[in-house]
């Protein structure tokens, strides 16, 4: 279960293109909040934390 409300998903591409999505998602916020912070992450971070194959080892 995702938590107390809401509805159980069935395994498969849904869910899996959710969790991707929703990974994303805040992977573009910590990127946002730190421009709008006054301290613009450099280009080898911002890229960096998209490289989830490198991520994955780490």
Aim: net charge positive; hydrophobic share 40%; proline share 9%.
């Amino acid at each position: 279960l995702r938590d107390g409300w809401a509805r159980p998903w069935p395994v498969g591409p849904e869910m899996l293109c959710y969790m991707l999505s929703h990974e994303a998602h805040h992977r573009g916020q910590v990127c946002m909040l730190a421009h709008q912070l006054g301290f613009p992450l450099p280009i080898k971070v911002t890229s960096g934390i998209w490289n989830w194959e490198k991520l994955w080892k780490e």
